[in-house]
Protein backbone atom coordinates (compact mmCIF):
# COMPACT_ATOMS: atom_id res chain seq x y z
CA UNK A 1 0.00 0.00 0.00
CA UNK A 2 1.83 3.06 -1.16
CA UNK A 3 0.45 6.31 0.44
CA UNK A 4 1.96 10.12 -0.66
CA UNK A 5 1.03 12.73 1.51
CA UNK A 6 1.46 16.47 -0.27
CA UNK A 7 1.68 18.90 2.48
CA UNK A 8 2.20 23.11 1.97
CA UNK A 9 4.43 24.22 4.98
CA UNK A 10 3.33 27.94 4.75
CA UNK A 11 0.61 30.36 3.77
CA UNK A 12 -0.78 29.04 0.63
CA UNK A 13 0.68 29.53 -3.17
CA UNK A 14 3.68 26.68 -2.92
CA UNK A 15 2.16 24.75 -6.22
CA UNK A 16 0.04 21.75 -4.02
CA UNK A 17 -2.24 21.45 -6.94
CA UNK A 18 -0.04 21.19 -9.27
CA UNK A 19 2.37 18.35 -8.19
CA UNK A 20 -0.71 16.74 -6.86
CA UNK A 21 -2.73 17.09 -10.38
CA UNK A 22 0.30 15.25 -11.78
CA UNK A 23 1.20 12.81 -9.35
CA UNK A 24 -2.30 11.15 -9.66
CA UNK A 25 -2.09 11.36 -13.57
CA UNK A 26 1.70 9.33 -12.78
CA UNK A 27 0.95 7.27 -10.12
CA UNK A 28 -2.69 6.18 -10.69
CA UNK A 29 -4.51 6.20 -7.33
CA UNK A 30 -7.69 4.31 -5.83
CA UNK A 31 -8.39 7.36 -3.81
CA UNK A 32 -7.63 11.24 -3.81
CA UNK A 33 -8.26 13.02 -0.28
CA UNK A 34 -7.91 16.32 0.42
CA UNK A 35 -7.42 17.74 4.01
CA UNK A 36 -6.68 21.50 5.34
CA UNK A 37 -8.64 24.50 5.56
CA UNK A 38 -11.66 24.86 3.41
CA UNK A 39 -11.77 27.33 0.08
CA UNK A 40 -9.28 29.89 0.14
CA UNK A 41 -7.27 30.76 -2.57
CA UNK A 42 -7.45 27.79 -4.30
CA UNK A 43 -5.64 26.05 -7.45
CA UNK A 44 -5.33 26.66 -11.13
CA UNK A 45 -5.01 22.76 -12.94
CA UNK A 46 -3.97 22.81 -17.11
CA UNK A 47 -5.55 19.88 -18.30
CA UNK A 48 -6.29 18.96 -21.91
CA UNK A 49 -5.30 22.30 -22.61
CA UNK A 50 -8.06 23.34 -20.31
CA UNK A 51 -7.54 25.80 -17.59
CA UNK A 52 -9.51 24.63 -14.46
CA UNK A 53 -9.59 26.75 -10.95
CA UNK A 54 -10.62 24.31 -8.20
CA UNK A 55 -11.26 25.70 -4.56
CA UNK A 56 -12.99 22.54 -2.82
CA UNK A 57 -12.10 19.77 -5.13
CA UNK A 58 -9.56 17.89 -4.73
CA UNK A 59 -7.48 18.74 -7.52
CA UNK A 60 -6.28 15.02 -8.32
CA UNK A 61 -9.90 14.97 -9.93
CA UNK A 62 -7.91 14.81 -13.50
CA UNK A 63 -6.91 11.52 -12.73
CA UNK A 64 -11.10 9.82 -13.93
CA UNK A 65 -11.11 6.90 -12.24
CA UNK A 66 -9.86 8.03 -8.69
CA UNK A 67 -12.58 8.12 -5.71
CA UNK A 68 -12.34 11.81 -4.80
CA UNK A 69 -12.43 12.48 -0.91
CA UNK A 70 -13.08 15.67 1.15
CA UNK A 71 -11.98 15.04 4.62
CA UNK A 72 -14.01 16.08 8.25
CA UNK A 73 -11.43 18.54 8.68
CA UNK A 74 -12.09 20.71 5.78
CA UNK A 75 -14.48 23.60 5.49
CA UNK A 76 -16.97 23.92 2.94
CA UNK A 77 -19.20 26.31 1.52
CA UNK A 78 -21.94 24.29 -0.27
CA UNK A 79 -22.54 26.98 -3.34
CA UNK A 80 -19.07 26.25 -4.09
CA UNK A 81 -18.82 23.12 -3.16
CA UNK A 82 -22.01 22.19 -5.62
CA UNK A 83 -20.59 24.17 -8.83
CA UNK A 84 -17.53 22.67 -8.87
CA UNK A 85 -19.24 18.88 -8.68
CA UNK A 86 -21.35 20.04 -11.78
CA UNK A 87 -18.77 21.91 -13.45
CA UNK A 88 -15.74 18.96 -13.16
CA UNK A 89 -18.57 16.38 -13.57
CA UNK A 90 -17.89 14.75 -10.49
CA UNK A 91 -21.26 13.41 -9.25
CA UNK A 92 -20.60 9.53 -9.40
CA UNK A 93 -16.56 10.21 -7.52
CA UNK A 94 -16.62 12.37 -5.15
CA UNK A 95 -17.23 12.01 -1.12
CA UNK A 96 -17.64 14.62 1.58
CA UNK A 97 -17.45 13.47 4.91
CA UNK A 98 -20.46 14.16 6.71
CA UNK A 99 -18.52 16.23 9.81
CA UNK A 100 -17.45 18.80 7.51
CA UNK A 101 -17.78 22.45 9.16
CA UNK A 102 -20.04 24.52 6.53
CA UNK A 103 -18.94 27.90 5.79
CA UNK A 104 -22.34 29.95 5.23
CA UNK A 105 -23.06 33.97 4.04
CA UNK A 106 -22.56 34.84 7.58
CA UNK A 107 -19.48 34.01 7.94
CA UNK A 108 -18.31 35.56 4.85
CA UNK A 109 -19.64 38.98 5.63
CA UNK A 110 -17.79 38.46 9.03
CA UNK A 111 -14.55 37.60 7.37
CA UNK A 112 -14.91 40.69 4.47
CA UNK A 113 -16.34 43.14 6.76
CA UNK A 114 -13.19 43.09 9.32
CA UNK A 115 -10.70 45.49 8.84
CA UNK A 116 -8.54 43.30 11.05
CA UNK A 117 -9.16 40.06 9.22
CA UNK A 118 -8.53 41.78 5.80
CA UNK A 119 -5.36 43.67 6.42
CA UNK A 120 -3.47 42.89 9.35
CA UNK A 121 -3.98 39.40 9.07
CA UNK A 122 -4.61 39.32 5.25
CA UNK A 123 -7.71 36.81 5.12
CA UNK A 124 -8.97 35.89 1.81
CA UNK A 125 -12.42 36.79 2.79
CA UNK A 126 -14.02 33.25 2.00
CA UNK A 127 -15.42 32.89 5.69
CA UNK A 128 -13.25 30.57 7.02
CA UNK A 129 -11.42 31.79 10.05
CA UNK A 130 -15.39 33.50 11.67
CA UNK A 131 -16.52 29.38 10.91
CA UNK A 132 -13.59 27.88 12.63
CA UNK A 133 -14.24 30.33 15.51
CA UNK A 134 -17.26 28.45 15.44
CA UNK A 135 -15.99 25.22 15.07
CA UNK A 136 -13.86 25.65 18.19
CA UNK A 137 -16.82 26.62 19.76
CA UNK A 138 -18.78 23.46 18.62
CA UNK A 139 -21.59 25.68 17.30
CA UNK A 140 -20.71 25.41 13.17
CA UNK A 141 -23.40 23.94 11.28
CA UNK A 142 -21.96 20.59 9.85
CA UNK A 143 -22.32 19.04 6.16
CA UNK A 144 -24.99 16.46 7.29
CA UNK A 145 -26.97 19.31 8.08
CA UNK A 146 -27.17 20.22 4.67
CA UNK A 147 -29.85 18.63 2.29
CA UNK A 148 -28.39 19.50 -1.03
CA UNK A 149 -25.22 17.49 -0.01
CA UNK A 150 -27.08 14.42 1.17
CA UNK A 151 -25.72 12.62 -2.12
CA UNK A 152 -22.09 13.30 -1.33
CA UNK A 153 -22.20 12.09 2.45
CA UNK A 154 -19.95 9.66 3.26
CA UNK A 155 -17.66 8.91 6.23
CA UNK A 156 -13.93 9.15 4.82
CA UNK A 157 -11.92 7.57 7.19
CA UNK A 158 -14.13 4.65 7.13
CA UNK A 159 -13.63 4.27 3.11
CA UNK A 160 -10.05 4.91 3.44
CA UNK A 161 -9.42 2.08 5.80
CA UNK A 162 -11.68 -0.05 3.46
CA UNK A 163 -9.29 0.64 0.55
CA UNK A 164 -5.97 -0.09 2.70
CA UNK A 165 -7.65 -2.94 3.64
CA UNK A 166 -8.62 -4.09 0.06
CA UNK A 167 -4.87 -3.29 -0.94
CA UNK A 168 -5.88 -0.32 -2.65
CA UNK A 169 -3.70 2.34 -3.75
Same mark, same amino acid.
Given at each position: M ?13 ? *?G /? ?15 ? &? ?6 ? %????? *? ?10 S ?8 ? +? ?36 ? %? ?7 ? %? +? ?17 ? &? ?6 ? /? ?7 ? +????? +? ?11
Open positions: MVVVIVGGQWGDEG *K /KIVSYLCLHDKPDIIAR &AGVGPNAG %HTVTY *KGKKYGVRLAPGFVYEKARL +LIGAGVLINPEVLLKEIEELGLEKRIGVDYRCGVIEEK %HIKEDTSSV %H +LSRRIGSTGTGCGPANMER &AKRTLKLA /KEIKELEPY +LTDVP +LEINQSISQGKK
